[in-house]
C-alpha cells in the first residue's frame, strides 16, 4: 500500500513539474510581423480567424476563415500549412459583383537561427510556397508562389519587445509575376499576465506598381496557457492601400 501511493505521489509531482516547464506560448497573429519563434517538437498549434477590409467604399475583402497549422517537427524546425475561405464584393455603377470561394493552399518551414544575446536579436527564417491550382477558380493562382523572410526579435525590457521582418514574395498569379519586397516592424508590449498590446507599421514594395505601406495594432489575451484570443485593427497610409481593415481570431496549442 506504501508502494501504491509514493507511486501516486512521485506521479502528481511529476505532472506538476511539467505543467510548470511549459513553454510560453507564442503565435504569429494577429500582427504581420512572423516570430523567430518555432514550435517545440511534436507540439502543433492552430491560428485562425477572421478579417476585413474595405477600398473607396466600393471594394470589401472578407476573410471568412484564415487558418495556419504548425507543427513542430525538428528541434528547431517547423512545419507550416495555410488555408482560408475568402471572399470579394465589388459595387461599381450601380452594378454588384460578388464571388467566393477557397484560397490556395501554402506550405511553409520556419527554421531557428539563433537566440538573443551579445546585442544581437533572435533570428529565424520562414519560407512559404503557395501551391498553384488548388483554391476556387476565382482565386487560385496559376504558378508556383513564393514568401521569404528573415524574422527577427528583440527584448528591451520584461515588457517591451521589438520585432521584424524583411522578405520578398512572388504572388503566383498570372500576369503579376513580379517581385514583392516586404518589411514589417511591430512593438510589442505586456500590460499584464494574460493582456498583451502592439503596434506595427508595415508594407509591400512591389517591383512594378506602387508601394502600398499600412499601420495597425491591437490585443491579445490568454485565456489560458493554451488558448489565446486576439483583435487588430489598422488604416492604410497609400493611395492603393486599403482605407480600413479589422481582424478577430484565436490561437489553440495542443498537447
Known sequence: MKNIITMILLSLNVLVVTAQNKSE????????????????VKSFQLETGFSFERYDKNINNTSYNSSLLRYGLLENVEVRLGFEYVGTSVSLDGADFDKSG???????AKFFLREEGDGLPKLAFLSTLSIPNTGSSAFENNNLGADFRLNGEYSLNDALSLGANVGIAWSGVEGEDYAVGIYTAVIGMSLSEKLGAFAELYGFLPGEGKNDHRWDGGLTYAVNEDLQLDFSTG?????????FFISLGLAIRMP
Open 25 to 40: 506560448m507564442v503565435t504569429d497573429r494577429p500582427d504581420q510581423t512572423e516570430s523567430a519563434n518555432v514550435m517545440s
Open 102 to 108: 477557397f484560397g490556395p493552399l501554402t506550405l511553409g
Open 235 to 243: 488604416v492604410g497610409l497609400s493611395k492603393v492601400s486599403p482605407d
